[in-house]
């Protein structure tokens, strides 16, 4: 049998094997991506057109036979989720593939000229495929094929994708194994069923990896995968991995990664390494290890990679310890620290776990240096600390508790025990804010004064009760008539007074404020009003008016007895109006100042008869009214 055919038989032999061959992802251990294909990113929602693909690019939305690529669907077809976004991790500016089917089925995406494959290795192809429709309709049915050199290696289909949410992204995989002669691989991607109602598409992260055993690492024999370290502490950590069969004749690379790729480790080409930190730097190192088969180590295409070990070296947290300042004996103090996860605090006859303890009822003991060690996620500590000053209590005093003073008085307030002195309230006062201000109050006033140390105080009390001057007012002066009696209006103030009215003749009792008074003449009364702080007088004057007697009758016919009408005592009042009037009411008689009547009407004399009159002497007594018969 010839090459050629040997070969062509090989061929039919590894298609007829595909078609029984089920899709299936790696179950062991990936390397890095040979091939990763995300369509880029960008700013704008729709990305440039690609060259995998003899489909139409529009920059929109794209109908049957045509694609695009862009961010989201949003403002796409409305018979696709508006919300769908494209499937790299942690990569919001990354494109996808959109895929409108086209009517008839064919190649939609082909990748050719994939030439950094290893011969004789494993590996695992992937891409994720999501089936973009809102409701029901044609469902995407896709077939990948692997070839090598144009010859078909591996083909699986995804079968129909149903419709499902916005993030039904679905990862679908094959393994393969190239040949020994692998040459150029080519992908091709073709749609099963045919567009029009339906049969839209995504696609995104199309992967060519390494595929070798199970890697199962360890730091210092723990199932953790991470370490912490402190900065400035050393240690050894043992790496150590356990590898699967799969490979004929393994071979081991432990890798660091500097920041930008995975560099290999010198020597460290066993299951196990050891690595050493002396006096530790902050920072973040990873390491792994890879495995391949003995002639493909040297090939980073060939080699699959364990999970990340990680050894954080952490710094020390920056603590920083205070308090609530200078106190004083008996009140609390506030403790204060930041900068950690978890706090121990250590101080004279003190200790607390909280980040914010309270000293409460500190004494003089209580001062001094209070340390705080604070620690973070990772178990680094520093320190801090932070001093309290305790100050004594106030011993305060002052020269009075109280004192009594008349309206006029002053009298001096002191106090000591302190550095500094506030008096409140203000008033009356010569200085506020000295130990000994003069005090002036007007009324009786309690001063409190702080007595301070600068941090510390203490509050005392002088009560200054203000006597109120005595004041007289003996009330507005008086008139009566002869024989009547007037009650004196007379007022006192003051506190603790006592009054006696002066004279006492004619009073009924000269020790009452409102005395009745019934003197025969005119006289003054003078109020004495007396408290122990002063004496006050006042004066009232009361006017005696002789008794108003009025005759009936009087003769004026000349013979010299009873010829005219006298009123007693009309001339004590200043100017008293009479007027006389007939049984008619005619006025037949009127004057002021009026000694006596002649019985005459303007010159003229009137006949017998009864006449009326009416007597007006002044507006502290009423109007007198009567008859007088008139006989001649």
Known sequence: MTYTIRKYLIALILIFSISEINAQVCTG??????????????????????????????AGNPNDGQYTIVKSSAGLNGGWHQNIVNHTPNDPN??????????????????????????????????????????????????????????????????????????????????????????????????ENPGGSGNDLALDDITFRACGPTIATSI??????????????????????????????????????????????????????????????????????????????????????????????????????????????????????????????????????????????????????????????????????????????????????AATICGSESVALEASGGSSYTWLPVDGLSNPNIANPIASPKLTTTYKVSVSNGTCSVTKEITITVLKNASANAGED???????????????????????????????????????????????YTLTVQSNCNVSTDEVFIKVYPKIEIPNTFTPNGDGINDTWNIPSISAFDKPMLKVVNRNGQLVYENRNIQSWDGKSNGKNLPTGIYYYTLYLNEDFKIYSGWVFLSR
């Open 29 to 58: 251990t990936l390397g890095d991506p040979v091939i990763n294909i995300d369509f880029d990113r960008g700013t704008s929602n729709i990305g440039p057109q690609i060259t995998e693909t003899n489909y139409f690019y529009v």
């Open 220 to 401: 210092n024999s723990s199932t953790s995968v991470n370490a912490d370290l402190c900065v400035g502490q050393s240690a050894n950590y043992n790496l150590t991995a356990s590898v699967s069969s799969g490979y004929n004749d393994p071979v081991y690379q432990w890798q660091l990664f500097n920041g930008t790729i995975w560099a290999d480790i010198s020597g460290a080409n066993a299951t196990q390494t050891t690595i050493n930190f002396n006096n530790a730097i902050v920072g973040t190192y990873k390491y792994r290890l890879s495995v391949a088969e003995r002639p493909n180590i040297n090939s980073p295409n060939c080699r699959t990679s364990s999970a990340i070990l990680t050894i954080n070296v952490n710094d020390k947290p920056a603590p920083i310890a205070s308090n609530s300042g200078i106190a004083c004996v008996g009140s609390n103090i506030q403790l204060s620290a930041s900068g950690g996860t978890s706090y121990s605090w250590a101080g004279p006859n003190f200790t607390s776990t909280l980040q914010n303890p309270i000293i409460p009822n500190v004494n003089i003991n209580s001062a001094g240096t209070y340390t705080v060690t604070v620690f973070n996620a990772a178990g680094c500590f520093n320190t801090s600390q932070t001093d309290v000053q305790v100050l004594p209590v106030v011993i305060a005093s002052t020269n009075i508790t």
């Open 478 to 524: 008086k008139k009566m008539l002869f024989g009547q009696s007037v009650t004196l209006n007379g007022k006192a103030t003051g506190d603790n007074v006592t009054y006696l009215w002066s004279p006492s003749n004619y009073l009924d009792d000269p020790t009452k404020l409102n005395p009745i008074a019934t003197p025969p003449n005119d006289i003054t």
């Open 94 to 191: 990354g494109y996808m593939m959109l895929v409108n089917a086209d009517y008839n089925k064919g190649i939609f995406y082909q990748k050719t000229n994939i030439n950094n494959l290893c011969p004789n290795t494993t590996y695992e192809f992937a891409a994720w495929v999501i089936n973009i429709l809102r409701g029901s309709g044609i469902k995407p049915n896709i077939k990948f094929t692997i070839e090598n050199n144009g010859i078909p290696i591996k083909e699986f289909s995804t079968g129909d994708i149903a419709e499902g949410s916005a993030n039904n992204w679905i990862k679908y995989g094959t393994i393969f194994t190239t040949p020994t002669n692998v040459g150029v691989i080519t992908l091709k991607m073709t749609n």
